[in-house]
């Protein structure tokens, strides 16, 4: 089964970061290159599933007009907005996206360290609210742990083939690593940046 809000408000309670997000470098390197494979130097609606204290939320928030950054508990949420309370044209919400997906369209969905706390059919209702929201030329970006943690319902390769396979979506770009996999994903006719950039014909 799915892990619910209860299971996170307990790391949260023992720990502000569970994860260290803010102070491993591997999860500043993660970052910095889920960062360098967005295809757009800008883009004008995000939104961030599973946000956690807002390491992540804090990159990404230069590079949209507007980002809706969520998690399933409270806790975190309270801590990203802290961290990001001088932002522009970024928002908040606790809220399950796999049961209250958010109203309109966006241009980049990013999916970070969340689809293995999902169960199978709680992620194809996920990869299926992805694609249904997404903008023609809107893609996804995923990234998650390969290694398989015990009382997790899925690991990060099972849950990135469900993602594709569910959303429709093909793989525009991939990183492969001993330890995370990280894909963006889009529809087909998908325009490189060479591409955008006039580099090629």
């Known amino acids: 089964m799915s892990l619910g809000p209860e299971y996170f408000e307990g790391l949260y309670e023992r720990r502000d970061d569970p994860w260290r997000l803010a102070e491993r470098w591997y999860e500043r390197r993660k970052r910095a290159l889920t960062i360098a494979a967005l295809p757009r130097e800008r883009f004008t609606s995000g939104l961030e599933i ?50 209250a997906w958010p109203s309109g369209r966006f ?36 990234c998650h742990w390969r290694h398989p943690v015990d009382n997790y319902p899925l690991g990060g390769d099972a849950a990135h083939e469900i993602l594709v396979r569910e959303s429709g979506l ?23 940046v060479a591409s955008r950039e006039g580099l090629i014909g």
Do not use: M
């Open 107 to 142: 241009d980049l969905v990013v999916l970070s360290e969340v689809a293995y706390y999902l169960d199978e059919p709680a992620l194809t209702r996920l990869a299926r609210a992805c694609a249904a929201s997404l903008a023609p030329d809107g893609v996804v970006v995923a």
């Open 50 to 99: 599973g946000c956690s204290i807002g390491t992540l939320t804090a990159e990404l928030a230069p590079r949209c007009d507007r980002l809706l950054a969520t998690d399933i508990a409270e806790r975190p949420v309270q801590l990203a907005r802290e961290r990001l309370a001088s932002a522009t044209g970024v928002e908040f919400a606790v809220a399950d996206a796999t049961e």
């Open 170 to 192: 093909g793989v525009a770009a991939e990183y492969l690593d001993p330890d995370f996999r990280l894909q963006v994903l889009a529809r087909a006719g998908f325009e490189s």
